[in-house]
């Protein structure tokens, strides 16, 4: 019987094995399961999903909204997958998660209005509709040449882009029949089969992020979440 990896925020690692145990089932996949502690994350064990991302892989992760899948944005064959576990046509492309300011301006075209506004809001549970630069692939660009960009307020996030040097992709780990992943073991039960690692950062209380347009001069809310849009309703008054 196949074995899954499983490491411990202590850093122990031990075996499970991929059958009944920890919710594998017969048949799946070998998928990479890793707990790592979502305030100091273990630069080790970052590594090893930055490997996986690397070598082209899918992961699961948790943001400060809800679990996610993702991968590195500049591999087009990871990009495409993650587009079939999410049953999602490719001409409405997913966001991607930045690690920094500078990060975002490489990425997107930012006026001094809007700057001022990710300065003041982020890091945080936003996604920030901005236009895309020419260093976006166009598998990430919507027909408007507009980018999703979200600045997480999550340690193991912002560890996976700093130690990958690219930002990573970001769709919530969702299925319509089914109740949204609050773990790591209710992810695996979802995706386990889809994707070649399973991070493990404690429970996540799904709530999804409040979506902004920075496009035009004033701000537009999209979609509201998770994150006060008060401050971005000022600035329309």
Partial sequence: MSKAEVVHWNSSVYNVCAGKSRGFREGKKMVKYIEINPVNPQQRLIGMAVDVLKKGGVICYPTDTMYGIGCDIFNQKAVKRVHEIRQRPQHKPFSF?????????????????????????????????????????????????????????????????????????????????????????????????????????????????????????????????????????????
């Fill in 97 to 237: 998660m930045c690690a920094s300011l500078t990060d975002i301006s490489q990425y997107a075209h930012v006026s001094s209005p809007a700057y001022r506004l990710l300065r003041k809001h982020l890091p945080g549970p936003y996604t920030m509709v901005l236009p895309g630069s020419k260093l976006v692939p166009k598998i990430m660009l919507t027909k408007q040449k507009t980018v999703g960009i979200r600045l997480p307020q999550s340690p193991i996030c912002l560890a996976l882009i700093e130690q990958l040097g690219n930002p990573v992709l970001n769709t919530s780990a969702l299925r319509e029949d089914r109740e949204a992943p609050i773990d790591g073991f209710a992810v695996e039960e979802l995706f386990g089969s889809m994707v070649d690692l399973i991070i493990d950062g404690g429970e996540v209380f799904p709530e999804p992020s409040t979506v902004i347009s920075l496009v035009e001069e004033l701000p537009e809310i999209l979609r509201e979440g998770k994150g006060d849009i008060t401050p971005f309703m000022e600035k329309q008054a």
